[in-house]
Nanobody, 118 residues
Framework: VQLQESGPGLVNPSQTLSLTCAVS??????????WTWIRHPPGKGLEWMGL???????YYSPSLKSRTSISRDTSKNQFSRQLCAVTPEDTADYYC???????????WGQGTQVTVSS
């Protein structure tokens, strides 16, 4: 299983940050799988942002729920996340993650660095 994040490396404050995770070698509709976005701000711990399930249900971190959405494109086998009204505090390394409740497997993308700055 391979996951590859893509998106802009630099975003202006107040804009919307869009990231996509392209998935290879497993379908994002595979039963029991969840597809998650996590970020790691500099000098801080990992922050769980939200996920989309194999069935298309979404769950978000309460602290980000008002600003974020996760969607998927099953024809491209990828899932995406939008974070609106970004501030410099949204500067982080962003990762996508895949987990299977069926066999316990867990996979991570290599991460993509995003800086919010004018």
């Amino acid at each position: 299983v391979q996951l590859q994040e893509s998106g802009p490396g630099l975003v202006n404050p107040s804009q919307t940050l869009s990231l996509t995770c392209a998935v290879s070698n497993v379908s994002i509709t595979t039963s029991g799988t969840t597809w998650t976005w996590i970020r790691h701000p500099p000098g801080k711990g990992l922050e769980w942002m939200g996920l989309i399930t194999y069935g298309g249900n979404t769950y978000y971190s309460p602290s980000l729920k008002s600003r974020t959405s996760i969607s998927r494109d099953t024809s491209k086998n990828q899932f995406s996340r939008q974070l609106c009204a970004v501030t410099p505090e949204d500067t982080a390394d962003y990762y996508c993650n895949a987990r299977s409740a069926m066999d316990g497997s867990d996979y991570w993308g290599q991460g993509t660095q995003v800086t919010v700055s004018s």
